[in-house]
């Protein structure tokens, strides 16, 4: 196992000239308006998808019936430097409140704050969202007071300190999931049931992940997960067969559940399915628990 150092970044892009002018119209407008508020701001990053270039401008079609419209968010992250949350995040509503005169319309905004400790701290560590963030971000402000902090190489206590925290937070929601399955059960609604099992397995899924490598997985298909932590135990094929044509059936109405479950009225799930599924999901939880806690201990044993 590796936890490397590698220099993934010099210097980050400061440049939104790729963007469409009534793009970069807003994104001005925004860092302006951010200023005006929050005079303490040190910093102020575009990252996500405006960032890398990958954003959706406007998408309509119709998907089960149903007109559904979509934008991308301007993601933005404003570094203070001894201000509160609450204020930070009054100002920052105050802003977004100034900037949407036709919501139905503009380009949504998404602002995160974070203290400029905080963040350096985050990123000595390598915690995966901030280390992907500086990575792919563009820098919109600066004043030149702070620079952000290269990721360390870690020690084997903060590794199992990091693997802690990630298999905790999501395997305790996993188990939140699976308390909805219940739920949605005893009221009859077989379809949400089976967005409730996607979600637990996801969880369970994503919690191998980041116990094993500290790093998430964006990924919501079951089967991809599924292939990317075979590598740590042979049971998770197990535990989802494929052999015959019901094991199939079953497993493409789990992997179909992320979206079908919630937007599709005509998706078919009965309560045979749900009781077909759920002792999978009980298996992996069980395994998912067991690998984990092997590895977090082994963590605790090395120098």
Do not use: W
Not at 16 to 40: G, M, N
Not at 265 to 271: A, E, L, N, S
């Amino acid at each position: 196992m590796s936890f490397s150092t590698e220099k993934i970044f010099q210097r980050m892009k400061q440049s939104i000239s790729y963007l469409p002018k009534r793009k970069q119209d807003d994104i001005h407008y925004l860092v302006r308006a951010v200023l005006e508020k929050l005079p303490e701001t040190q910093m102020i990053i575009l990252y996500g998808s405006y960032a890398t270039g990958k954003y959706v401008d406007y998408d309509e079609q119709i998907e089960f019936g149903i007109r559904t419209s979509y934008m991308s968010d301007y993601d933005i992250l404003v570094v203070t430097h001894n201000v509160t949350d609450r204020r930070a995040e009054q100002k920052l509503d105050s802003v977004e409140h100034k900037y949407y005169t036709s919501p139905d319309t503009q380009t949504p905004v998404q602002f995160i704050n974070d203290d400029i400790k905080r963040l350096n701290k985050a990123l000595s560590e390598g915690r995966y969202f901030y280390t992907q963030l500086k990575k792919e971000g563009i820098l919109l402000y600066d004043t030149k007071n702070y620079k952000l902090a290269r990721r360390r190489k870690l020690k084997y206590d903060e590794i199992k300190q990091q693997a802690q925290e990630y298999f905790d937070e999501k395997f305790d929601r996993a188990n939140s999931f699976q308390k909805g399955i219940g739920f949605y059960y005893k009221e009859n609604d077989y379809r949400m049931s089976s967005f409730m099992l996607h979600q637990a397995c996801e969880n369970f899924l994503k919690a191998v992940n980041l116990t094993f490598t500290l790093k998430n997985n964006k990924q919501h298909d079951l089967l991809k997960l599924l292939n990317h932590v075979k590598r740590y135990s042979e049971n998770f094929i197990k535990i989802f067969p494929r052999d015959t044509d019901e094991d199939k059936r079953l497993f493409k109405l789990l992997r179909a559940a992320y979206i079908e479950a919630r937007y599709n009225p005509h998706f078919k799930v009965t309560k045979e399915d749900i009781d077909s599924l759920t002792p999978a999901i009980d298996q992996l939880s069980l395994l998912v628990k067991r690998i984990c806690e092997e590895r977090i201990r082994e963590y605790g044993q090395m120098k």
